[in-house]
């Protein structure tokens, strides 16, 4: 009887809805033994490594440097940025490059389809494995209406790949300028797809590199040498909020048979199974009939839960379109691109499990944001938040399809590390606008003051000013500090160095507030934190 529900199920939901992988292959089963105690190997699930790389390149000569992630002042007159790739993926013929505001997902059944897409061009032509292919983006066209803008290669250092340009394929939905809004930055993630004649992705996309574009981030510590900086008596007093983290939540691995586990959500009687019950679907190998009677579906589910997982992220152009619709016109740029640059700064991509939820616990500060930063009136703010959970909630549930009755388990997908931060003014004037910063380092661990290197990547989020009494609190997602180093031949070099350090050393966990330097106190180190062991919740 279940196997026979369960074929009905799938199958219908593949009718009506559509195949969620597109033209993608249907997924297959890893033929690995996994353990739930290896994090090892759920991490390589939740983030597979990529034989394709993707650096920021800056100098030149024996000053060249590599980078993963670039700061970009939108005053600035020369805003091209040249970008490195490298690849030991076989079958390539060239690269597609993409910029999105959202990360991207860890699972692109379509890479054609993300979240946030800005823009996305062709690179220079592949080849040979492991050889450097350089080219630009002129990140001068990203924040404005696109048109179709050329993108120069950096043919003069490929002599053999001629004058070649190539086109942008703009993804507008902006329509106002970033420099339009006041102390605003907005987080452009950048990867490379190798594909092949057939322009299929072959393997994984590259991890993305990020650049940092707008207002310049203040530094960490006041610079008035310069002769035109005022003298320090004669800077104003700035009001920074008061800020604390509330508590620490850690990685959740990604459980091996996340395709078997649902959680209903509408009821159905049939089965005896109500809204909101969790259920594990696994098969089970000593049950060899169980086994038999499922072989004949296993492909459509692992096809049917791959796409469910991506559903809100592919109804959110759609679902922002109707937001905007509750603006007044003059309002629905700003609501637009507010909204980009308010869930970029709580790293809380559509792609994420539990979006809805993470939209519900930073509502009150999505609502100031909009209201305060991009001039969006405090009742259409509250109304947009709103809108956009309910109708997150109601993609992520099938969208009002009679057929689906269960969707996969957020609680078995992979998330990321988070805190929560409480953001308040217990004083009696505003606060004034400033950045927030989440900094994660390791304790104990020389190698890794040696070389700079993180527990997660600093995070940054922008603060609007708050009212006396005013407070909401704000999550903050943080990201595995995974990079290779340089020279690092070893591929999973920089995730093993992560996994030792994330399985056996503290972290020490730092907040701060930061502003230009036209204040006197433009910088505030808020708290400073250690979590005694990083594979477990932790509250302050």
């Known amino acids: 009887m279940l196997h026979t529900i369960m074929r009905m199920f799938v199958c219908t939901a593949v009718v009506l809805l559509g195949n969620p992988l597109e033209a ?52 600035s007159t020369d805003q091209k940025l040249m970008f490195g790739w490298s690849t030991k993926a076989s079958s390539i013929v060239s690269g597609i490059w993409q910029v999105a505001t959202f990360r991207f997902p860890q699972r692109d059944a379509n890479y054609r389809k993300v979240p946030g897409l800005v823009a996305s061009g062709g690179s220079v032509a592949f080849s040979k494995s492991g050889a450097i292919m350089l080219f630009y983006i002129d990140f001068a066209k990203l924040d404005t209406k696109p048109a179709m803008a050329e993108i120069e290669l ?84 700035m009001v920074h909020p008061a800020v604390r983290l509330l508590k620490y939540e850690p990685i959740r691995w990604q459980d091996p048979h996340w395709c078997y586990k649902y959680v209903v959500v509408r009821d159905f009687p049939m089965m005896g199974w109500k809204k909101g019950q969790k259920l594990d679907l696994t098969p089970h190998q000593h049950d060899k009939s169980w086994w038999d009677k499922l ?66 616990l930073g509502e009150d500060y999505m609502v100031s944001y909009l209201a305060d930063v991009s001039g969006v009136p405090p009742d259409v703010a509250k109304a947009g938040v709103n809108k956009l959970k309910s109708e997150a909630r109601n993609a992520s549930q099938g969208s009002g399809n009679s057929a689906i ?76 500090c995974t990079a290779n180093r340089q020279l690092d031949t070893n591929l999973n070099a920089g995730r093993t160095r992560f996994l030792e350090r994330y399985a056996r050393l503290p972290g020490r966990f730092s907040v701060s507030t930061r502003a230009g330097d036209q204040w006197k106190n433009n910088s505030q180190l808020q708290q400073s934190v250690i979590v005694n062991r990083c594979q477990y919740a932790q509250k302050f």
């Open 154 to 237: 950096a043919s003069k250092l490929r002599p053999s790949s001629g004058t070649a340009t190539c086109k942008v394929t703009p993804v507008h939905v902006h329509g106002v300028k970033l420099n339009e809004f006041p102390l605003s930055r907005m987080t452009y993630y950048v990867r490379l797809v190798p594909v092949d004649r057939q322009g299929r992705c072959v393997g994984l996309p590259s991890a993305p590199v990020k650049v940092f574009y707008g207002e310049k981030r203040p530094p960490t510590e006041m610079d008035i040498s310069h002769k035109d900086a005022k003298p320090l008596d004669h800077r104003p007093e």
């Open 295 to 360: 072989t004949g579906w296993v492909g459509d589910a692992l096809s049917f839960a791959s796409g469910a997982i991506n559903w809100v992220a592919d109804a959110y152009n759609d679902i922002k379109q109707r937001i905007i619709g509750l603006a007044p016109e003059w309002a629905q740029g700003p609501l637009s691109v507010g909204m980009d640059i308010a869930l970029t700064s709580m790293g809380v991509p559509p792609t994420l499990p539990n979006f809805d939820d993470f939209v519900n």
């Open 405 to 480: 009755f269960m969707v996969p388990d957020p609680d078995a997908l992979y998330r990321p590390a988070y805190v929560e931060v409480e953001v308040t003014n217990p004083g009696k004037k505003p606060t004034d606008r400033c950045f927030i910063d989440v900094r994660a380092r390791p304790v104990g661990d020389a190698d890794a003051d040696k070389y700079a290197e993180d527990l997660f990547d600093t995070e940054y989020a922008y603060l609007p000013g708050l009212k006396p009494g005013q407070r909401f609190v704000l999550p903050m997602m943080l990201k595995e």
């Open 24 to 75: 993608a292959k249907p997924m297959v089963m890893p033929k690995i033994k996994l353990h739930a105690d290896d994090p090892s190997v759920l991490l390589s699930l939740a983030n597979p490594p990529s034989q394709t790389e993707i650096w920021i390149q800056t100098g030149g000569g024996e000053f060249i440097k590599r980078l993963d992630q670039y700061e970009m002042e939108w005053k």
